[in-house]
C-alpha cells in the first residue's frame, strides 16, 4: 500500500482536476443511482433548452431558397412517383419565416402555399425546433442513448408533445388543417448542446381527419450565409415529410432541400437556378 502522505497528495490532485473539470467527487454508487442521473439529465438537457433558444434569438435575419419535391405511392409496396416540384422564397425576419415567389414546377404562382393542395407541412424551417423548447410547450425529454451522428459524438434524446400545446400543424389538400400531438428524437452534438437532426411522428390523430400517418425529419449542418461573410450558422440543409391518407391509402413524400443562403434585406430576392 502507498504511504499515507502519497495517498493524501493522490486525494487532493483528484479533488483539483474534478473541481476544474466541473465535477464533484462523489461516490460513483451516488452517481449511478437513479435519482442522481436524472437529477445530471435534468441539468444537461436543460442546457440544450438554452442553447437552442439563445441560438435563435441570435441568429440574423436571412433568406434561403426551399425546393420541395413531392412524390406519391399507392399501397404499402407501391414505387414512389413524382408528382410535381415547387420553389419557394423562404425568410427568416424578426423571428419569424415567411414564403413568397412560389414556383410550382417552374412556372411562377400567384396563389400563397397553402393552396397548393396535397401534403405540406408548414414550420420544417427553424420554428418548429425553437417551439419545442419554449417552457410553455411543456415537452417531456429522456435520454435514448449515444451515438455518431454524422461524425459527430451526439446524444440521442427522445421526447413528445401534447396536442394542446402543439405548434405542428399537418396540411391536406386545401381542406383540412390541424395542430398534433407528437413525440420524435433529436440527435445533439455532446461538446456543444446543439441540435443536429430532430425527427417526430404525429400521434393520436382523429379519426375523421385524412392522415393516418406522419413523419418529419430534418438535419442540420453549418453552412456560410452571403453577405454574412466570417462566419458558419447551424441552419437546416434538408427535410423529409411523410403522409399516409386513409381513405385511398395512399402515401406522400416531400423531399425538402435549403440552399442559397444569404442575408435578408429589404429588396432580396432569389432567382430560380
Given at each position: 500500500?502507498?504511504?499515507?502522505?502519497?495517498?493524501?497528495i493522490?486525494?487532493?490532485?483528484?479533488?483539483?482536476?474534478?473541481?476544474?473539470?466541473?465535477?464533484?467527487?462523489?461516490?460513483?454508487?451516488?452517481?449511478?443511482?437513479?435519482?442522481?442521473?436524472?437529477?445530471?439529465?435534468?441539468?444537461?438537457?436543460?442546457?440544450?433548452r438554452?442553447?437552442?433558444?439563445q441560438?435563435?434569438d441570435?441568429?440574423?435575419?436571412?433568406?434561403?431558397?426551399?425546393?420541395?419535391?413531392?412524390?406519391?405511392?399507392?399501397?404499402?409496396?407501391?414505387?414512389?412517383?413524382?408528382?410535381?416540384?415547387?420553389?419557394?422564397?423562404?425568410?427568416?425576419?424578426?423571428?419569424?419565416?415567411?414564403?413568397?415567389?412560389?414556383?410550382?414546377?417552374?412556372?411562377?404562382?400567384?396563389?400563397?402555399?397553402?393552396?397548393?393542395?396535397?401534403?405540406?407541412?408548414?414550420?420544417?424551417?427553424?420554428?418548429?425546433?425553437?417551439?419545442?423548447?419554449?417552457?410553455?410547450?411543456?415537452?417531456?425529454?429522456?435520454?435514448?442513448?449515444?451515438?455518431?451522428?454524422?461524425?459527430?459524438?451526439?446524444?440521442?434524446?427522445?421526447?413528445?408533445?401534447?396536442?394542446?400545446r402543439?405548434?405542428?400543424?399537418?396540411?391536406?389538400?386545401?381542406?383540412?388543417?390541424?395542430?398534433?400531438?407528437?413525440?420524435?428524437?433529436?440527435?445533439?452534438?455532446?461538446?456543444?448542446?446543439?441540435?443536429?437532426?430532430?425527427?417526430?411522428?404525429a400521434?393520436?390523430?382523429?379519426?375523421?381527419?385524412?392522415?393516418?400517418?406522419?413523419?418529419?425529419?430534418?438535419?442540420?449542418?453549418?453552412?456560410?450565409?452571403?453577405?454574412?461573410?466570417?462566419k458558419?450558422?447551424?441552419?437546416?440543409?434538408?427535410?423529409?415529410?411523410?403522409?399516409?391518407?386513409?381513405?385511398?391509402?395512399?402515401?406522400?413524400l416531400?423531399?425538402?432541400?435549403?440552399?442559397?443562403?444569404?442575408?435578408?434585406?429589404?429588396?432580396?430576392?432569389?432567382?430560380?437556378?
Open positions: 500500500m502507498a504511504p499515507p502522505y502519497f495517498q493524501a493522490a486525494l487532493t490532485i483528484a479533488l483539483v482536476v474534478s473541481d476544474l473539470l466541473g465535477f464533484s467527487a462523489r461516490p460513483l454508487a451516488v452517481l449511478h443511482s437513479p435519482s442522481a442521473q436524472a437529477l445530471e439529465w435534468s441539468r444537461w438537457i436543460e442546457l440544450v438554452q442553447e437552442a433558444l441560438y435563435s441570435t441568429l440574423p435575419d436571412f433568406v434561403c431558397a426551399q425546393t420541395t419535391r413531392r412524390y406519391s405511392a399507392i399501397s404499402d409496396i407501391g414505387t414512389w412517383q413524382s408528382e410535381d416540384v415547387w420553389e419557394a422564397e423562404l425568410s427568416f425576419n424578426q423571428k419569424a419565416e415567411r414564403y413568397s415567389n412560389v414556383r410550382l414546377n417552374g412556372k411562377a404562382s400567384r396563389r400563397p402555399l397553402e393552396s397548393l393542395g396535397g401534403a405540406l407541412s408548414i414550420g420544417e424551417f427553424g420554428s418548429l425546433l425553437r417551439t419545442l423548447f419554449l417552457p410553455e410547450t411543456q415537452a417531456e425529454f429522456w435520454k435514448e442513448g449515444e451515438e455518431r451522428f454524422q461524425e459527430i459524438p451526439s446524444i440521442v434524446a427522445g421526447f413528445k408533445v401534447s396536442q394542446e402543439s405548434r405542428w400543424t399537418l396540411s391536406f389538400k386545401n381542406s383540412h388543417s390541424l395542430n398534433v400531438a407528437y413525440r420524435g428524437k433529436i440527435w445533439i452534438d455532446a461538446s456543444n448542446h446543439h441540435i443536429l437532426k430532430i425527427s417526430q411522428q400521434q393520436n390523430l382523429p379519426a375523421r381527419f385524412p392522415i393516418a400517418y406522419s413523419e418529419a425529419t430534418t438535419i442540420y449542418g453549418y453552412v456560410s450565409v452571403a453577405g454574412l461573410e466570417g458558419r450558422f447551424l441552419l437546416p440543409q434538408s427535410a423529409n415529410l411523410i403522409l399516409h391518407e386513409k381513405e385511398r391509402r395512399v402515401r406522400s416531400n423531399v425538402i432541400e435549403f440552399r442559397s443562403y444569404r442575408k435578408f434585406t429589404a429588396d432580396v430576392r432569389l432567382v430560380p437556378e
